[in-house]
């Protein structure tokens, strides 16, 4: 990519809300769907375990392939790269939407996943080609805004969809989002004439295999931790044969030299430490108030509506922030209060109430939106023009692998401890422990260059 290409003479911010949906039709896809499970098993008469696959199959390509997508659609036409990601979504969507047979599901969600990798690969191009550098960390608190805020909403509107309509509806229903979408990109995105959809060579296949096997791999070994400990190792020698393999490559020497970079990796090492804090919300918690407190799960619901109603409308403030004061500097301090909520999640025990998680969840909350538009932000700009497409899929991939390993990590401090108060306070201090270090690593000094 040029340097013309990367700076445009102004900042056109219709692109950026189209990015904006198309992210939250993608990141929504990985939550909404838990809702057509009973549906879908119901109908195609699959056990509840099979059905797991509905939310398997989207995860698995969307974490696999968005390194090596990244390094396709940097040398693609982002305006025809967003096109083809938003057209194979809403296909897909048909597909799982009308599917006769369960494993026309799977395959369809499969789909829907490849496609939604080709979003978070354009993701970092288009912010580049849109948005003046002063004002990038801006747009991203716009994008993170709005996908927090359809990720609030997007499960009880499912269930209700799912209710009214039955589970096929849910799929379907995002289409004329994505048809508005789709327009609105092929109207506003920067096209770049000199570019087009490149066919994919054998060598990007044969890293899209590697990598992407051994990622995909690494996470199936991570949801098998639990209950089938030698599985788990067996896949994880599995994913690291594949990854050795991968990295002797030479499509990879970009990719690796990026991670090497300081100030890009320093960003990687934050965002993999700091997205522990998943292991809280997604295990611990629900755990905590179901083991300790003898609630119910609409309790956790309400206690989280605190994290993500103070995450939501700070994040785009903080975008504003990271432009003013700098990327490290909001990042950093996104992570302390992060350190500080975490410290006060040991506070809490077995005559805790309501309020008593909530405004620690809401402190959690403030230090999500202060870090990630940041971090966001820092990530491009440590990235060298014409990488910003694997800027974005190395971003992908770790918040990927740090979702899937918190939950497990938590899972097996809460067991080790013995469940109970002794077990949430276990892993807390597991996550406490990660976001410290994340904290320390953004203190390291790095020499501008």
Do not use: C
């Not at 008469?45 to 797991?52: D, I, L, M, Q, W």
């Not at 990042?331 to 302390?336: E, L, N, P, Q, Y």
């Amino acid at each position: 990519m040029t340097t013309e290409a990367a700076t445009p003479p102004r900042t056109k911010w219709a692109p950026v809300a189209a990015l904006g949906l198309a992210m939250l039709v993608v990141t929504s896809e990985m939550t909404i769907a838990a809702v057509t499970l009973p549906g879908i098993g119901a109908e195609l008469a699959v056990s509840p375990s099979a059905t797991a696959w509905v939310l398997l199959a989207y995860a698995l390509p969307m974490a696999a392939l968005a390194i090596p997508a990244g390094r396709w659609a940097d040398g693609a036409d982002v305006r025809a790269a967003f096109a083809l990601s938003m057209t194979g979504i809403a296909l897909a969507s048909v597909l799982v939407g009308l599917a006769p047979a369960f494993w026309l599901v799977v395959v369809g969600r499969l789909l829907q996943g490849a496609a939604g990798a080709l979003i978070v690969a354009v993701y970092m191009p288009i912010i580049t080609t849109s948005v003046l550098p002063a004002q990038r960390g801006r747009a991203i608190g716009f994008v993170i805004t709005i996908m927090t805020v359809g990720a609030m909403a997007g499960v009880p509107l499912g269930g209700l969809i799912a209710d009214v309509l039955g589970w096929r509806a849910v799929f379907l229903v995002k289409l004329p989002v994505v048809a508005a979408v789709l327009w609105v990109g092929l109207r506003t995105i920067t096209r770049l004439p000199d570019r087009g959809l490149p066919r994919p060579g054998a060598a990007l296949l044969r890293e899209a295999l590697l990598l992407g096997g051994a990622v995909a791999v690494m996470l199936l070994a991570f949801e098998q931790v639990d209950g089938h400990p030698l599985v788990a190792a067996a896949l994880a020698v599995a994913a690291i044969g594949l990854a050795v393999w991968w990295s002797r490559l030479s499509a990879s020497r970009p990719v690796l030299a990026l991670v090497r970079h300081r100030s890009f990796g320093i960003t990687m090492l934050a965002l993999l430490a700091i997205t522990f804090t998943g292991g809280l919300v997604a295990f611990l918690l629900p755990y905590f108030v179901a083991d300790v407190l003898r609630a119910g799960p609409d309790v956790t619901g309400v206690a989280l509506l605190f994290f993500v109603g103070a995450m939501a409308p700070l994040s785009l403030a903080a975008g504003a922030l990271a432009d003013r004061f700098g990327n490290r500097v909001l990042a950093t301090v996104g992570s302390a209060v992060s350190l500080v909520a975490m410290l006060l999640m040991l506070t809490l025990d077995g005559d805790a109430g309501l309020v008593d998680m909530a405004w620690r969840l809401a402190v959690l909350g403030v230090g999500a939106a202060l870090f990630n538009p940041a971090v966001n932000a820092a990530m491009l700009a440590a990235a060298p023009v014409g990488s910003e497409g694997v800027a974005g899929g190395v971003g992908m991939t770790v918040r990927t692998i740090a979702m899937t390993v918190a939950p497990s990590a938590s899972a097996l401090a809460w067991t080790l401890a013995g469940g109970g108060i002794a077990g949430f306070r276990s892993g807390v201090i597991m996550i406490t422990v990660a976001v410290a270090a994340g904290l320390l690593v953004l203190l390291v000094p790095v020499r501008r260059s």
